[in-house]
């Protein structure tokens, strides 16, 4: 990043001083990790505008994250992006209020296309909304009562805990894996297995091992419990994930299995403060696939080094020049393109393209019900509209959906596309 944009960015927050005593409101992505990850921002702000009422947008899920940090004065409750630009942002009295939005669709040099190619989640948030670079720990806040609800668990006084799924398939491992993976630590080693996660994976299938090394805990705890549970653990291992952000946030060591991110993201490193210490986490990376792909044997032998003590945790330089010109060589190919993924996603990718000149003719929807109707006053479409026109087919693709990979999938098996040439 140039001197000159930093240079711009304090003139920003030098500008922005006058607030001091009035409002702040920061808007952000609706992941866990990303509410976790953010942390550090709240504590900055605070400093910056010590009398100033602080706001932070959540959704109902995961408030709980960030209502009790003493360094934010209100949660404002959204169900989606789309409200916070839709319904929220127009009606701010920004003559009394700065707004800092970290949703990844207001700044052509670091966006959702691109920002894991500048760093952490909170290193390219940051950028994204003209601020400092920072990267610092998270912390928690947790009362007295979560730590007694997680007491009266009686868990016992050598576990680890697993998180074993993501959004997106490509994004965890197969059961099958996960039972060889579980097993042998069960038979090996005397730890007893915590499994974690929310009410919406309680109902997913169980590992096959023995009872007696296994205690399931999905949806049975808060938050905050899970991160205390995630803290009185040897270590944790999970996907790259809203626990896996829990764990860095509360300094447990992990073993977190991470691969190729959207197609383009083959580096990344999501982490600020305890997992970018060598000594603390071991990145299982897969950097030509998906975490999907990683074998049973790579991770059992990280699960080997954690024990052991005789690991180094492989960090790679997360900040990707090169990858970061694919992306703009893309964009520079055409004036006109197609988004696939009608809802949040899409209306962040089209902001982002509308600022930089760029033309959305089209959406395309894996919902056969969303076909024929209108999004953002653009015309929805199924995929088979690139089979049925000729000038759709030649118009690029840009994946505007959390299911990346197997949105990829069809387009490369069905219609012969190729990834960074016809669709990104």
Not at 200 to 207: A, C, G, H, T, V
Not at 231 to 255: C, R, Y
Not at 370 to 393: A, R
């Amino acid at each position: 990043m140039s001197e000159k944009f930093f240079s711009e960015t304090q003139l920003l927050i030098e500008s922005n001083r006058n607030v001091s005593n009035k409002n702040v409101i920061v808007a952000q992505p609706l992941g866990l990790g990303d509410l976790v990850a953010t942390e550090p921002l709240s504590r900055y702000l605070r400093k910056q505008y010590p009398q100033a009422k602080i706001s932070w947008t959540s959704s109902k899920k995961y408030r709980e994250i960030i209502e009790l940090n003493p360094n934010i004065d209100s949660v404002i409750e959204i169900e989606s992006i789309l409200d916070w630009h839709k319904s929220i942002k127009p009606n701010i009295d920004l003559d009394n209020t700065l707004v800092i939005d970290l949703t990844l669709a207001e700044n052509p040099k670091v966006n959702v296309l691109n920002y894991y190619f500048y760093g952490s989640l909170l290193e390219s948030f940051c950028l994204s909304a003209n601020l400092p670079k920072l990267c610092k720990q998270p912390r928690l806040y947790a009362t007295k009562d979560v730590k007694n609800s997680v007491e009266k668990l009686a868990l016992p006084s050598k576990y680890i805990t697993i998180h074993r799924f993501s959004n997106g398939f490509s994004r965890s491992i197969s059961i099958e894996k996960w039972n060889i993976i579980l097993k042998y630590i069960a038979d090996n080693y005397d730890y007893k297995i915590v499994e974690i996660g929310g009410k919406d994976l309680s109902n997913m299938e169980k590992p096959c091992i023995s009872e007696k090394s296994y205690i399931d805990l999905r949806g049975k705890t808060s938050l905050l419990e899970t991160a205390e549970i995630i803290k009185g653990s040897e270590f944790f291992v999970g996907v790259d994930s809203g626990p896996a952000h829990l764990a860095n946030a509360v300094m447990t060591k992990g073993i977190i299995l991470i691969g190729v991110l959207m197609g383009r993201f083959r580096n990344y490193t999501p982490y600020c403060g305890f997992y970018r210490n060598p000594k603390n986490a071991i990145y299982v990376r897969n950097t030509e696939g998906t975490v999907s792909e990683l074998s049973t044997e790579t991770i059992i032998s990280s699960v080997e080094s954690m024990i052991n003590g005789n690991f180094q945790m492989n960090i790679i330089n997360p900040y990707d020049e090169e990858g970061n010109k694919i992306i703009q060589n893309f964009l520079d190919s055409a004036n006109e393109f197609i988004l696939w993924g009608a809802s949040s996603g899409g209306y962040l990718y089209k902001s982002l393209l509308e600022k930089i000149g760029k033309k959305v003719v089209g959406f395309i929807d894996s919902d056969i019900k969303k076909n024929g109707t209108y999004f953002e006053k653009i015309p929805v479409y199924h995929h088979t509209i690139l089979k049925k026109n000729e000038d759709f087919y030649n118009t690029k693709v840009i994946i505007s959906s959390m299911f990346w990979d197997e949105i990829s999938d069809v387009l490369k098996n069905i219609y012969n596309k190729v990834a960074f040439k016809d669709y990104i």
